[in-house]
């Protein structure tokens, strides 16, 4: 230990060991004003129960009387443990509503629009012979200890208030009453990690500029890896891209040439087939019989015995007629030959 030994307390860094510190410890009011204090620890606002540091403190009790100060409101707590206790809030001024000068009154006095000091939210509603749980820091003002408020629960029930008593009893049997003794391990390890703190500046400095050191390599690693994905995003974009296009030249080829193919012929049924193909059959024969050459008319071997003996009657009787007229003309008879002969299809 050190020269705090002699007064039974522990040195400054083995008090986070202790159950009391850091904690809202529940207390009667007259163990808060047992409580005593160290000049090395006054810098902390720790006071001490034997050795056990004390910082932080809940007290439960009934308000006996309300006192306004400027800045600050003073209630007093009486617990039933033979002693009261003060406790400060500290009292903030709203901002002003009406920014206009306030003007002074017939005595002089500026008490125009100026906001009232308020206390916090939760210590509204506290009054005289209100029952409340009250948590806050320790102080000392003019020699009396007094609990800087934190915060305040107004009590409604009786079961409340008396399931505190029972914690405050345990507490103080289970923790007050207890003495707090460490072994010489856990202080020799307190004492290296406070000398590893305080001595170990050189250290820390190393560390901290290897850590740098090390963030830096990283932010650079971290930049090259951006910069490799944003080129091969950009390729795989181009890439994308260079596809789109020969897609879409392919698509305005095939658009163009469904644009320049000539129109196909209308696809037929196959029950409409057979009548499509005698259509066509009978056009082509109608093309093909206008366009042949007219055919000479064929006879028979009755009809051109039949023609043949007409012109031999036809050349006798044109020779008796021009017997009896004693001319040799033969007009008459060759023009009916020629008409005999085209009636007969003489022109084959």
């Not at 902390?44 to 403190?57: E, G, R, S, T």
């Not at 296009?245 to 000539?262: G, I, M, S, T």
């Not at 009755?302 to 007009?331: C, I, P, W």
Request: one cysteine or more; proline letters at 6%; a positive charge.
């Amino acid at each position: 230990m050190t020269s705090d030994s002699s007064a039974g307390l522990y040195p400054r860094y083995c008090l986070h060991l202790s159950p009391t510190f850091n904690t809202w410890c529940l207390l009667h009011a007259s163990d808060i004003h047992a409580l005593k204090s160290v000049p090395e620890y006054e810098v902390q606002n720790f006071y001490f129960h034997n050795n056990l540091p004390i910082k932080w403190a809940r007290i439960v009790g009934i308000v006996v009387a309300v006192d306004d100060f400027p800045g600050r409101r003073i209630y007093t707590v009486d617990d039933s443990s033979g002693a009261c206790i003060e406790c400060v809030v500290v009292l903030k001024t709203p901002p002003l509503l009406d920014t206009s000068a306030p003007k002074p009154d017939t005595a002089g006095w500026f008490n125009g629009n100026r906001p009232q000091p308020q206390p916090p939210a939760d210590c509204l509603d506290v009054d005289v012979g209100s029952v409340v749980d009250l948590k806050g820091g320790l102080a000392t003002f003019r020699e009396e200890k007094q609990i800087k408020i934190e915060k305040v629960r107004i009590i409604r029930s009786t079961e409340q208030e008396v399931a505190l008593w029972e914690r405050r009893t345990r507490f103080r049997n289970d923790v007050l009453l207890q003495p707090w003794v460490l072994s010489e391990k856990q202080i020799r390890k307190c004492k290296k990690e406070e000398t590893r703190d305080t001595t170990g500046n050189d250290g820390d400095e190393k560390q901290r500029k290897k850590e740098k050191r090390r963030e830096h390599r990283r932010k650079i690693e971290e930049e090259m890896r951006q910069k490799t994905d944003a080129a091969a995003a950009a390729a795989a974009a181009a890439a994308a891209a260079a596809a789109a296009a020969k897609e879409d030249r392919y698509r305005v080829h095939k658009l163009r040439k469904e644009v320049e193919r000539p129109p196909m012929p209308f696809l037929t049924s196959a029950a409409a087939d057979p009548i499509a193909e005698g259509d066509r059959y009978r056009v082509h024969k109608l093309r093909k019989e206008t366009e042949r050459p007219p055919k000479t008319i064929s006879h028979s071997a009755a009809a051109d015995s039949t023609a043949k003996d007409d012109r031999y009657r036809v050349h006798k009787l044109g020779n008796l007629r021009v017997n009896n007229s004693g001319r040799r003309t033969g007009a008459s008879g060759g023009l009916l030959r020629q008409v005999l002969d085209r009636s007969t299809g003489g022109g084959m």
